[in-house]
């Protein structure tokens, strides 16, 4: 009873909620930890990809991810303290977290909730990509464990395009290419064969 009576006021514990990290997918390794927010809803630059936003569509299609995912977006926005605990409890040594397959860093509170959850798990990795360019990202330089990667690139297009165009891109800007293609995820899967993303400074991405 005093459980209900608990949760009715709204005083929730991390032990009310189930894992809010989902393990890998087509291209991401299935050891790997995601975590999501809801695409276009949490991302401040939408503008720049929504029309061609590959996370909105998995939500249409599957209505339980969009439920999970705004779950997440209302305790990163609310409970940011609850948060970060469930994230905590559900961590262990060795894990690589991909942070925002979908969903973007949407406010500086929720950025400063990650770079706590990093310093204080510096046994985990983690990486994100972010096309939010109005909060600072500054003291992610100094996390040995949190590579940040800007899917906006110095000329101000995105990082992803047809083959032709990412190779120019990736001369350019001296930036990785994304060994990930349609057809050959079994053989180049993210954080199994290919671990770019955990240090380089900037990735490219050829559409598909």
């Known amino acids: 009873m005093f459980d209900n009576i608990r949760k009715f006021f709204g005083l929730y514990i991390a032990s009310d909620f189930p894992c809010v990290m989902s393990s890998g997918n087509k291209k991401i390794a299935k050891n790997v930890k995601i975590f999501n927010l809801p695409a276009i809803d949490s991302c401040p630059n939408h503008s720049l990809c929504g029309k061609s936003c590959y996370a909105k569509r998995s939500e249409k299609r599957f209505p339980k991810v ?25 961590l262990q040594a060795g894990d690589i977290v991909r942070v925002h397959e979908s969903g973007d860093f949407f406010n500086e509170p929720y950025i400063n909730m990650w770079y706590e959850i990093a310093l204080e798990r510096g046994d985990c990795k983690f990486y994100a990509y972010t096309k939010n ?16 990667i800007n899917s906006i690139l110095p000329d101000g297009s995105m990082n992803f395009g ?12 001296n930036a990785d290419i994304c060994p990930c293609r349609k057809g050959q995820a079994d053989q180049k899967i993210c954080m199994s064969l290919c671990k770019t993303c955990l240090s380089a400074q900037r990735v490219v991405f050829v559409a598909h």
């Open 66 to 90: 969009r439920n999970a995912r705004m779950r997440n977006f209302s305790l990163a926005k609310w409970h940011r303290r609850l948060l970060k605990k469930i994230i905590l409890r559900d």
């Open 162 to 173: 047809k083959e032709n165009v990412v190779r120019d891109k990736a001369i350019l800007f």
């Open 133 to 148: 360019q109005n909060f600072p990202f500054e003291s992610f330089r100094y996390l040995m464990n949190f590579n940040v």
